[in-house]
């Protein structure tokens, strides 16, 4: 910060992602009142710590390794290419920690470096965290009432830590081989969030299986609606809440035009390609691609509370790629198509494959998310998806959209996450027993809840008794 202009810009920096740390918070709040409200009394408790337990797992991990990924990946395809420095996100850097951007007290940094991430790498680390904790979260709903916790909590650390910041290294990052090389474009995370999500989700729920009575004997599914679903619908409020601190936690809020290759000397946020953008395009894009997947899947729900709410986020999901440059009412219908085509595909593939996808999360996050990008590739097809300050442009195309949306759905989702799933199946590690499932993940609990409340009703009863007595 060598100007109080410099100083002003990154200072606000700075308070804008520490806002939107706590609203994104609301996002895991929603998910664990919504898996809670789905899953059956039996299994409650079990629910609410799988997910809970992601918030620290998750947490130490990411600072281990995860925000080093996102530097160091842009360029590396395991094939090609060599990792990038990135001196601010080894977790042994002074820039990890309080720091008020002095002088460098070890070699692992540079007076520039302190100078521009010392206050701002805790708030871009944390952003960047909940958005992992919502990827592994994604999974948690569609896996409930059969997985063991230890399991889950594997996966959740492999997609939360590992594979979907290796996505976003490579196709949310301005330099990321997947946009400068594809034209890849997903502005507020259709495929680097939900897509990869989905997609891990189903590389899940095929070796875990259904849980115990889903299918009949000829093979049609049974309904297991919510237990409660009031519950489920303030969770699910509460996500659309947190959507707004992650839509904004997408965006850099002020920048030099000069420094990112743009026309102007007006200062403007960016999207997280640093491509101008404003505040306003969330606002209205946002709002009318939920509206859009609000009323579409009203209607093909034929009223149906859960599928309305959640087709909702479906339409959100789908326009989230090009939500920065569609028109509102593109939004709008974009929300709306998508959210018919992932109902009928998650009733369709729970048909024909027997996938028990218990809050379809597959189809919401995974099949809308890949949608959108390609969707993305037709309505912007020919817009600059670099930078200014590249020296080669490289537009947006359908076929760049669709081999990103593979990359990100299938071998970054699906894959590691199918890959693991076996693995611990083959060990026994996946599922919990049968007799457990059918008693409820929360019979320990349940008794010793149900002696508890014995021995405090014996004890009032006495104590009524020797009260009468005296």
């Not at 109902?343 to 809050?359: G, N, Q, R, S, T």
């Amino acid at each position: 910060m060598n100007d109080n202009l410099g100083a002003l810009t990154i200072i606000f920096t700075e308070f804008y992602y520490w806002v939107t740390i706590p609203i994104m918070f609301l996002i895991h709040v929603g998910f664990c009142l919504y898996e809670v409200a789905v899953s059956r009394r039996k299994n409650m408790m079990h629910t609410m710590m799988k997910n809970i337990m992601v918030v620290p797992l998750v947490t130490v991990t990411f600072f281990l390794f995860g925000w080093w990924i996102y530097f160091a990946f842009p360029n590396f395809t395991f094939f090609s290419g060599s990792l990038t420095a990135a001196p601010n996100a080894v977790p042994w850097s002074e820039l990890m920690g309080t720091h008020l951007g002095g002088l460098p007290g070890t070699d692992t940094t540079t007076a520039d470096d302190n100078s521009y991430w010392a206050r701002i790498n805790g708030v871009f680390w944390a952003a960047f965290l909940l958005f992992s904790w919502t990827a592994a979260s994604i999974i948690s709903g569609s896996v409930i009432e059969r997985i063991r916790s230890s399991a889950f909590w594997i996966i959740a650390v492999l997609i939360g830590s590992v594979a979907w910041i290796i996505d976003a290294a490579w196709g949310w990052h301005p330099d990321g081989w997947m946009v400068t090389v594809l034209g890849y474009h997903d502005a507020y995370a259709s495929g680097v969030i939900h897509g990869i999500a989905g997609g891990a989700a189903l590389g899940v729920l095929i070796p875990l299986g259904a849980r115990i009575g889903k299918f009949r004997a000829d093979g049609s599914a049974r309904d297991i609606p919510p237990r409660n679903p009031w519950l489920a619908t303030i969770g699910l409020f509460l996500i659309y809440t947190g959507f707004w601190g992650f839509y904004v936690a997408c965006n850099v809020p002020i920048i030099d035009p000069a420094s990112i290759g743009a026309a102007g000397e007006g200062w403007t946020a960016t999207t997280i390609y640093l491509t101008p953008t404003t505040l306003s395009a969330i606002v209205f894009n946002f709002l009318m691609s939920l509206s859009g997947g609000m009323i579409a899947g009203y209607l093909v729900s034929k009223g149906d509370a859960f599928w309305t709410m959640s087709l909702g986020l479906a339409g959100i999901i789908a326009a989230s790629a090009g939500n920065d440059l569609y028109h509102p009412i593109q939004a709008m219908f974009i929300g709306a198509i998508v959210a018919v085509l992932v109902y009928k595909l998650h009733f369709w593939v729970e048909k024909k494959f027997k996938i028990d996808d218990a809050v379809g999360a597959v189809a919401v996050h995974g099949y809308a998310g890949f949608i959108g990008l390609v969707i993305a590739g037709f309505v912007l097809w020919g817009h600059p998806a670099t930078a200014g300050y590249h020296e080669t442009v490289t537009v947006i195309t359908p076929w760049g959209q669709f081999a990103g949306a593979i990359i990100m759905f299938g071998v970054l989702g699906f894959l590691p996450a199918y890959i693991v799933s076996n693995i611990l199946n083959y060990f026994g590690v996946l599922r919990i027993p049968e007799e457990i499932e059918i008693l409820g993940l929360d019979i320990q609990d349940i008794d010793i809840e149900e002696s508890a409340f014995s021995e405090l009703l014996s004890a009032e009863a006495n104590y009524v008794n020797n009260s009468l007595n005296k």
